[in-house]
Nanobody, 127 residues
Framework: VQLQASGGGLVQAGGSLRLSCAAS????????MGWFRQAPGKNREFVAA????????YSIDSVKGRFTISRDNAKNTVYLQMNSLKPKDTAVYYC?????????????????????WGQGTQVTVSS
């Protein structure tokens, strides 16, 4: 199983980025997908999750209204559209997958153990 995150970069505050997570050697529709981030010197933080079919999403309050998680199971890819970026969004962003049978609600994914992780993509927001 491989999760390949991409799309990070350097952007000015107020700008946008779209992260992608391409999955291989797994059937994406069998998994709830999530995005996490880790800023320098801080613990990894849950950002958002999406149900196996895309019908439900959940995100932390600090990104609501700015970040949107989506997925395309036919392309085996998950996305994180990030708008109105702030310097505090600077972090390495990771995508992760957890078997959907283990997740009752998407909100519960925030505190769940994920099965597979991508390698991370750096997002830097300058002020």
């Amino acid at each position: 199983v491989q999760l390949q995150a991409s799309g990070g970069g350097l952007v000015q505050a107020g700008g946008s980025l779209r992260l992608s997570c391409a999955a291989s050697r797994l059937t994406l529709s069998d998994y709830v997908m999530g995005w996490f981030r880790q800023a320098p010197g801080k613990n990894r933080e849950f950002v958002a999750a999406i149900s196996w079919n895309g019908a439900s999403t959940y995100s932390i309050d600090s990104v609501k209204g700015r970040f949107t998680i989506s997925r395309d199971n036919a392309k085996n890819t998950v996305y994180l559209q990030m708008n109105s970026l702030k310097p505090k969004d600077t972090a390495v962003y990771y995508c992760a997958a957890v078997e959907r049978e283990r997740i009752i609600t998407v909100r519960a994914a925030a505190s769940s153990e994920f099965d597979y992780w991508g390698q991370g993509t750096q997002v830097t927001v300058s002020s």
